[in-house]
């Protein structure tokens, strides 16, 4: 069941508990929305498929990606893609997989839906809109994704990613209605491309990747680069693309001597700053005087940089971590106030976060690993605001965004049957598996504006999130049977899928079919 507070109850409270012989409180008094649901669905065939990101644009149009195995995928007439082909030798254990885009109307209707692949094994994870309606989309792509001729790069040039087979990052701009391909490229020789970020003038920015070993892309990609040449190991890097596809504009690596993981950050600040966050191993990736941490602390740890307009200079370059294994997951874990600062939202099992004066949880719970939020200045990536989130059980964010007031949110999901709530949550008690989560902090990261459960007895998993201009929330994943709610839904119920060898790990399978909701601000009452 879900319940809610009165609508006429504009204050939220921070809940004042001890979670696992930690407090949380006191808390101010903070002006904050009630949610209900504004929509929710399922989104599937008979097979698995889980989505990675979403999208929001000024008319409230939603856009989400991500992967499929399912022969009957719901795709719309005129889409640019609505049969896969499964005739590919080129995979891994986990099968053949396309990735797929969806457009949904504000109030939930499905637009469009197109499939997006090749022979091989595909997946979607970043997806943005410009203004003119054109979709932009990122990910891994098998030999024989979907390129066009004038692509920067027709030839695939990945390598063996052992479970999904032979991998190459690509990129797509669709057509507004999701009928063709403005254009789509492979990119480098990196496994994947995790994120991508556009400008003003429809440029694209997108992560590299490199895995440390076999031939390296075009070295004139690289003239006069902040770094020409990887350092060491698997390694990291940026890239900026014309429009029309046709041009880079700069291209840099970014990493030390040891290895960068692949899931890479990227976000841009009003002035075409260039932001990327990761997770690194190496002692040595550059640093900057006056930011929150020069040293490597150990094991893994978070990294934020931030580059010039042309990728030539580094502005700030700061670790961000413990003795113990800290992630900079790039799977849109990373997001910039209107200012320049970056919020960065984590994962840890240690007790030695650099927690700040008013974090509103100052300890490391009893779970296995708790949300970090951190908050770090644009101009020298100094700490601001630094806090723990979490319950007994684990906790993953996914999906971070700013609201135009600063207020931090992010979408994720949690197993603790204690994570912290707010009085005017939708669902105050987990359910039996994971739950998926709602949050919404305030910009000092001392007290929660709006926490939620949201799930049924299923594995609900929140995998990206956003929040709009006017506030509402959405969030997107996966789920493995049924009991997710559902509100004016394109798909009722669970289609089927219970997830692929991938897909499954320590916890369970979560991978069945997609979920998207939409918490839409509930109004205040007219005088």
Not at 325 to 344: C, S, V, W
Not at 486 to 495: I, M
């Given at each position: 069941m879900i319940g809610r507070t009165s609508a006429s109850t504009r204050i939220a409270l921070l809940v004042v508990a001890t979670l696992g012989g930690i407090f949380l409180g006191p808390a101010d008094r903070l002006v904050a929305d009630d949610y209900e649901l504004g929509f929710s669905t399922y989104l599937g065939g008979s097979d698995w498929e889980h989505a990675r990101d979403c999208f929001v644009d000024d008319q409230g149009y939603v856009y989400i990606v991500g992967g499929t195995q399912s022969e009957d995928f719901p795709t719309t007439e005129g889409a640019f893609q609505r049969q896969q082909?499964?005739?590919?030798?080129?995979?891994?254990?986990?099968?053949?997989?396309?990735?797929?885009?969806?457009?949904?109307?504000p109030n939930g209707r499905l637009v469009w839906s197109t499939l997006l692949g090749g022979p091989n094994?595909?997946?979607?994870?970043?997806?943005?809109?410009?203004?003119?309606?054109?979709?932009?989309?990122?990910g891994r792509g098998g030999p024989g994704f979907p390129v066009t001729d004038d692509a920067i790069q027709t030839e695939f040039r990945g390598s063996d990613a052992g479970?999904?087979?032979?991998?190459?990052?690509?990129?797509?701009?669709?057509?507004?209605?999701?009928s063709g391909l403005v254009w789509s490229t492979y990119v480098g020789v990196g496994l994947l491309n995790r994120d991508l970020a556009i400008d003003d003038q429809g440029d694209v920015y997108v992560a590299l990747h490199y895995t440390g070993k076999g031939p390296l892309p075009p070295a004139s990609w690289f003239e006069g680069a902040l770094q020409p040449e990887p350092a060491g190991d698997a390694e990291i890097g940026a890239m900026k693309l014309s429009t029309d596809g046709k041009a880079i504009e700069w291209?840099?690596?970014?990493?030390?001597?040891?290895?960068?993981?692949?899931?890479?950050?990227?976000?841009?600040d009003n002035d075409k700053n260039v932001y990327l966050n990761f997770t690194t191993w190496s002692p040595d990736v550059p640093t900057t005087e006056g930011a929150h941490d020069r040293s490597h602390n150990g094991e893994s740890d978070a990294f934020i940089a931030k580059l010039s307009p042309d990728g030539k200079k580094l502005l700030f370059g700061t670790y961000f971590g413990t003795s113990g294994?800290?992630?900079?997951?790039?799977?849109?874990?990373?997001?910039?106030?209107?200012?320049?600062?970056?919020?960065?939202v984590t994962t840890t099992d240690s007790a030695e976060m650099p927690v700040t004066e008013g974090a509103l949880q100052r300890q490391l719970s009893k779970g296995k690993r708790d949300i970090?939020?951190?908050?770090?200045?644009?101009?020298?990536?100094?700490?601001?605001?630094?806090?723990?989130?979490?319950?007994?059980?684990?906790?993953?964010?996914?999906?971070?965004?700013?609201?135009?007031?600063?207020?931090?949110y992010f979408a994720g999901s949690t197993s603790s049957p204690d994570f912290p709530l707010t009085d005017n949550a939708l669902k105050r008690t987990r359910s039996e598996q994971n739950d998926a989560i709602?949050?919404?902090?305030?910009?000092?990261?001392?007290?929660?504006?709006?926490?939620?459960?949201?799930?049924?007895?299923?594995?609900?998993?929140?995998?990206?999130?956003?929040?709009?201009?006017?506030?509402?929330?959405?969030?997107?994943?996966?789920?493995?049977?049924?009991?997710?709610?559902?509100?004016?839904?394109?798909?009722?119920?669970?289609?089927?899928?219970?997830?692929?060898?991938?897909?499954?790990?320590?916890?369970?399978?979560?991978?069945?079919?997609?979920?998207?909701?939409?918490?839409?601000v509930v109004k205040p009452d007219q005088p």
């Open positions: 082909d499964m005739t590919g030798d080129r995979i891994g254990s986990g099968g053949y997989c396309d990735a797929f885009v969806c457009k949904f109307a094994y595909d997946r979607a994870y970043a997806v943005e809109v410009d203004k003119t309606g054109h979709v932009y989309v990122s479970v999904y087979g032979m991998q190459n990052g690509f990129l797509v701009k669709l057509k507004p209605d999701g291209a840099t690596w970014f990493g030390g001597s040891a290895k960068e993981g692949a899931e890479s950050g990227i976000r841009l294994i800290d992630y900079g997951n790039g799977t849109h874990n990373m997001a910039l106030d209107k200012e320049g600062n970056a919020f960065l970090v939020a951190s908050k770090f200045s644009s101009r020298d990536g100094r700490l601001l605001n630094c806090t723990y989130l979490g319950g007994t059980g684990n906790e993953e964010p996914d999906g971070v965004c700013i609201s135009p007031g600063g207020d931090l709602f949050v919404v902090m305030a910009p000092d990261l001392g007290s929660l504006k709006f926490s939620t459960y949201l799930g049924g007895e299923s594995h609900d998993y929140g995998r990206a999130g956003f929040m709009d201009a006017e506030g509402n929330l959405y969030l997107t994943g996966s789920i493995n049977g049924s009991g997710w709610p559902t509100k004016n839904p394109h798909q009722p119920k669970f289609a089927g899928g219970g997830g692929g060898k991938e897909l499954c790990y320590e916890g369970g399978c979560y991978a069945g079919d997609v979920i998207l909701t939409k918490l839409a």
